[in-house]
C-alpha cells in the first residue's frame, strides 16, 4: 500500500497530477492547487500515482510505502 | 528500428553535438558526459549537465541554481550580458517572488478540467484548418498552412483576441528564439506586443469576458497584493508569444517525422489510442531546447564536479530525456513509451506553463490529420526538408505534402 503526502506550498497547479491519476488527485475549483482525494488509494492506483510523484514539477507528491 | 537516417542524423547532431564547443582549457571535455564545460554561442562558459537525476536535481533546486540569468539568453548573443530584469519577468525570479506568478497561470493553463474545457474549441480549430488546405495549391506547406495556424488560432482563443491579429504574435515569438536577428528589429517586434497588451488590459477591465487574461486580473484584484499593469503586460505577452511557436514547430517535427517511420504511422492509424503516449514520446524523443540556463548562487557539486557560486549551469533536458539508465532503448522511438517521465517540457518550479495545452493541442491535431488525411505523403524525400538554422528550437523550416483529399470532419 502507498501513503500519500501533499505540500501544498509548493504546488504550481500545473495539473499533471491530476491527468495522471484522476481517481486520487484533483484541483481546486478557484486556485488549481491539488486536492488529494485518497491518501491511502487502492493498489490498483499505484501504478498511476507513482506516475503523477515522479511527473510532479515541484516535488509536491511525496509516497511512503506501507506493509 | 534504426533511427541514424539522415534526417534524424543532422537533426539530432545539431541537438547534440552542437551548438556547444568545448570551453578554452578544457578541449578534452566528452560533450556527451556527465558534466561537460562548454562556450555557449552567446560567448559564456558553462556546466553542461546531460545526466537525467543530475538534470532534475539542477532544475529542481532553485536554492542552489537561479533562474536569473534567464533560461535562454546564453544561446543568443545580443542578448547578452543579459539586461536588468522588467517588472514581471517570472521566468528569470526565482522562490516566492516566482510562484506569485506561476499561480496566476495554474488554474487558467493547468487545472486538468480547464483543458478538457477547452477540447472542443482545439477540435474545431484543426478541422478549419484541414478544411482550408483541402482546397490549397498542392504542395502545401503544412507548417505555414496548418501547424502555425491551428497553435496560433488556439492561443488566441484562450485570450480571445482576434486571430487576425497573428501577425504581431508571430513576429514577437521568433523574435525572442532568432539566433540572428539584430536588436532593433527584435526590440521592434517585442514593443509592438507590450502596446498590444496594454490595450488589451484596459479593455479586460472594463470589459471582463471569459477568457484567461480576464480572469487572472479578476483573480489578482481579488488578492493580497494585486499585479501591477507593468507585471499584467508580461503575463499577457508570455501567454500569447511563448509557447504557440514551439508548439507549432514541434507539431510540424512530429509529421516529418511520421514521414520518416511509415511503420510509426501505420501504427498510429490502426491504433488512435495510442495518440497521448506517442504525443509525449515525440517530445522525448524530438530535440528540441539543447539546455535551459541556471546560476549557481552557492558552491556546490553536480556528479562529482565542483560548482562555483557564480558558474553558469546548463540543464541538458534533452540529454536527460535519453539516458539510458532512465529510458530503455532511448534512441528508439516507442509510441506506446510507458512510464515517460521525460524532461523536454523542463521540471521544477518553471517547468512549462503551457504543457497540458501542448498536450492537448498535439494530440487533437495528430488524431485527426491521420483520421482526415489518410493519403498525406511528404512532397520530397525527408532527407531534403529544410530544417531552421537560424531558431534556437530545431525542426523542418516548411513541410511540403501532397494528398487525394480531405475527409469531412466528424460531428462533434
Ligand atoms: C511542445 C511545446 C512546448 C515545449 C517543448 C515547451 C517547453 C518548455 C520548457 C522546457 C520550459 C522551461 C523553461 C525554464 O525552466 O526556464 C517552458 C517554460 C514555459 N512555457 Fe513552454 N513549452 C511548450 C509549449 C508551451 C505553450 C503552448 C505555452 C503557453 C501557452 C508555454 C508557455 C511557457 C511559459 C510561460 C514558460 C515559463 C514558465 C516559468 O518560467 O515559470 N509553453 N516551456
Ligand atoms: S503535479 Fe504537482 S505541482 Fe502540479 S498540480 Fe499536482 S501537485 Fe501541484
Partial sequence: MIHIETDTDLCIASGVCALAAPAVFDQDEDTGLVVLLDADPAEEQAGAVREAATMCPNAVIRLTERA | ?412
Fill in chain 2, 1 to 412: 528500428m534504426s533511427v541514424s537516417t539522415d534526417l534524424s542524423a543532422r537533426a539530432v547532431d545539431r541537438a547534440r553535438g552542437c551548438p556547444f564547443a568545448a570551453a578554452a582549457g578544457h578541449e578534452e571535455t566528452d560533450l556527451n558526459g556527465p558534466v561537460a564545460r562548454v562556450r555557449t554561442p552567446a560567448g559564456i562558459d558553462a556546466w553542461m549537465v546531460n545526466r537525467y537525476d543530475d538534470v532534475r536535481d539542477v532544475l529542481s533546486d532553485a536554492t542552489r541554481f537561479s533562474s536569473g540569468a534567464g533560461s535562454i539568453n546564453h544561446m543568443l548573443p545580443r542578448m547578452w550580458p543579459p539586461q536588468p530584469m522588467e517588472p514581471g519577468d517570472f521566468n528569470r525570479m526565482d522562490g516566492a517572488e516566482h510562484l506569485r506568478f506561476r499561480r496566476a497561470f495554474g488554474i487558467e493553463l493547468g487545472a486538468a478540467k480547464r483543458i478538457d474545457g477547452l477540447r472542443p474549441a482545439v477540435q474545431r480549430i484543426v478541422d478549419e484548418r484541414l478544411d482550408a488546405i483541402a482546397g490549397a495549391e498542392q504542395p502545401v506547406d503544412l507548417h505555414e498552412l496548418f501547424s502555425k495556424p491551428v497553435t496560433t488560432a488556439v492561443i488566441a482563443d484562450l485570450m480571445d483576441v482576434p486571430y487576425e491579429d497573428r501577425q504581431l504574435f508571430h513576429d514577437s515569438a521568433s523574435a525572442a528564439l532568432d539566433i540572428n536577428i539584430d536588436v532593433e528589429t527584435a526590440t521592434a517586434a517585442f514593443d509592438k506586443l507590450k502596446a498590444y497588451v496594454r490595450k488589451l488590459l484596459v479593455d479586460r477591465r472594463e470589459n471582463p469576458g471569459d477568457d484567461a487574461l480576464s480572469h487572472i486580473i479578476t483573480r489578482s484584484e481579488a488578492g493580497e497584493k494585486p499585479f501591477t499593469d507593468d507585471e499584467l503586460e508580461s503575463i499577457g505577452f508570455a501567454l500569447i508569444s511563448a509557447g504557440f511557436d514551439v508548439t507549432a514547430g514541434m507539431l510540424t517535427f512530429i509529421m516529418l517525422t511520421l514521414f520518416e517511420f511509415p511503420d510509426e504511422m501505420a501504427r498510429l492509424v490502426e491504433d488512435p489510442s495510442l495518440a497521448p503516449t506517442a504525443v509525449d514520446e515525440f517530445v522525448r524523443y524530438l530535440p528540441g531546447n539543447v539546455g535551459i540556463l541556471r546560476q549557481a548562487i552557492v558552491d556546490t557539486e553536480i556528479a562529482g564536479v565542483q560548482i562555483k557560486a557564480g558558474d553558469y549551469v546548463l540543464a541538458g533536458i534533452g540529454a536527460g530525456s535519453h539516458d539510458a539508465e532512465v529510458f530503455p532503448d532511448p534512441e528508439k522511438l516507442d509510441l506506446a513509451r510507458t512510464p515517460n517521465s521525460h524532461l523536454n517540457f523542463g521540471r521544477g518550479p518553471h517547468a512549462c506553463v503551457g504543457q497540458q495545452l501542448a498536450r492537448l493541442e498535439l494530440r487533437v491535431a495528430l488524431e485527426t490529420v491521420l483520421r482526415r488525411v489518410p493519403s498525406l505523403r511528404c512532397a520530397v524525400p525527408v532527407s531534403e526538408v529544410p530544417l531552421r538554422e537560424d531558431n534556437i528550437v530545431p525542426g523542418p523550416a516548411h513541410l511540403p505534402v501532397v494528398f487525394d483529399e480531405v475527409l469531412p470532419a466528424q460531428e462533434q
